[in-house]
């Protein structure tokens, strides 16, 4: 089977799996939960986002891959991590700023992802970086639907 074919279906098959997770089980335990509350739980996730730094190793993926591609999206998930770690912090302490860096973690990290997803192209050189997007991305994909519904909602 293609390389990208695989990467494809295992990408959807996550998607799906957080999805049904994400309905099944966090959105009605977040149902009852205030705004800042359920954003809080929704940013814990992309506290890990730092683990994206995996790109800039050398031998954990293909020589070939893209520095541009590996250099974006280490340090978009980086940015975002940070921006989770303060997010997390700010509306656990009720601060003003909690929703407003939540709303930039969800923008700036939902932008690192579309990126990297539009380079699907070398998902053959990601070695093993390969679970990233095939069970995190997904994860994070979904997480950050949930919150910016949240966000909107009144």
Known sequence: ??????????FSLS???????AL???APALRARSRSHALMWLALPHMFRHVGMVFLVPGLTYKTLPSGFANAAAYGDLAAGVLALAAVFALRAGWRAGLALAVLLNVVGSLDLLYALSHTGISARLGAAWF???M????????HA??????IRK
């Open 1 to 10: 089977m293609d390389t990208r074919i695989i990467f494809v279906l295992q």
């Open 15 to 21: 998607l799906v799996a957080w999805s049904t997770v």
């Open 24 to 26: 099944v089980f966090i």
């Open 132 to 134: 990233i997007p095939t």
């Open 136 to 143: 995190l991305v997904p994860l994070l994909l979904v997480t």
């Open 146 to 151: 949930m919150s910016f519904a949240r966000m």
